[in-house]
């Protein structure tokens, strides 16, 4: 598990997911070298999704990834285990390549229940299952001890998503274990991937893929020089699509390059505010 992997937006038309350009994004993900697609993640607005329209963004990546060098790393999380399950096994049956799941938000679940949860989810699967940890959205945070007795004892647990920003924690578990740190904060992909870490999930890729891919890549060949710049260069880019709450200003800027043929966001998300909008597009005139 490794690599350049996206945080692919769900597109919207008329308050229906936009299935032709969502295909169509997802087939320029791949022709710019990223390595994975990551359907219904958060960037995906999958807590306003129903489970058919999520179930159907999963089909799309498969579909479209077929063939490619590219894979699919399905987003399959919920608050309910059995709900996560139920993602899961329908990514599974429909080829994707493994599973992402977000730690159980809102009921706020102590070590013991997170470590019941991602077992019970792992073990209702055979692909590989990889942690996502971003306690500033879920309330839940997965401490470093209880992932690394997930990958320990069950077997198709491989990874985990570090959206917490603590790059300590990036530095202990690649001290004490080997399993795979997936970085989920842009602005921080390069120190992640300097310290150990295995790829990036990232929000900017679904606007620079090929620049995101080559940051990933070359620290990967270990050319962290290169890397480095490449994510300095990205920088002012990646601070301005977190100005507003993940996916708000990437769908914006992403309409303002001509990649969406409809701005549409599912409430409660509305468009950015017309000062951030401003802003948007300031930062984006440097980079396209």
């Not at 791949?30 to 697609?37: A, F, K, M, R, S």
């Not at 608050?79 to 799941?101: M, P």
């Not at 997965?142 to 990036?170: P, Q, R, W």
Request: hydrophobic share 40%; proline share 5%; charged share 25%.
């Amino acid at each position: 598990m490794q690599g350049a992997m996206t945080a692919l937006i769900t597109p919207f038309k008329n308050n229906k997911v936009d299935e032709e350009t969502y295909a169509s994004l997802i087939k320029r993900q791949i022709e710019n070298g990223i390595d994975w697609v990551v359907p219904v993640g958060t960037t995906g607005e999958s807590a306003t999704l129903t489970h058919n329209e999520h179930k159907r963004c999963i089909e799309i990546a498969v579909e479209v990834c077929k063939g490619t060098n590219t894979k699919v790393l399905a987003g399959a999380g919920s608050n309910s285990t059995h709900e996560a399950i139920d993602l899961a096994k329908f990514a599974e049956e429909k080829g994707a390549d493994a599973i992402l799941s977000v730690s159980p938000y809102y009921n706020k679940p102590t070590q013991k229940g997170l470590y019941e949860h991602y077992k019970a989810l792992a073990e209702a699967v055979n692909i590989p299952v990889v942690l996502y940890n971003v306690p500033g959205r879920t309330c839940s945070n997965i401490e470093v001890s209880t992932a690394i007795k997930l990958f320990n004892e069950v077997e198709n647990i491989i990874a985990i998503k570090e959206a917490t920003g603590k790059i300590e924690n990036v530095v202990e578990f690649c001290a004490k274990s080997k399993i795979a740190v997936i970085s989920g904060d842009d602005a921080i992909n390069y120190p992640i991937l300097a310290s150990g870490g295995k790829g990036t999930i990232s929000v900017t890729a679904n606007l620079l893929p090929k620049k995101v891919a080559d940051l990933v890549h070359t620290a990967l060949n270990g050319d962290f020089q290169t890397s480095k710049k490449i994510n300095e260069e990205l920088f002012e880019l990646n601070k301005v699509l977190f100005i507003e709450s993940n996916p708000i200003p990437i769908k914006y800027a992403m309409y303002e390059a001509g990649l969406l043929p409809t701005l549409e966001y599912r409430l409660p998300l509305v468009e950015p505010s017309e000062e951030n909008k401003k802003k948007i597009k300031e930062v984006l005139e440097k980079y396209l």
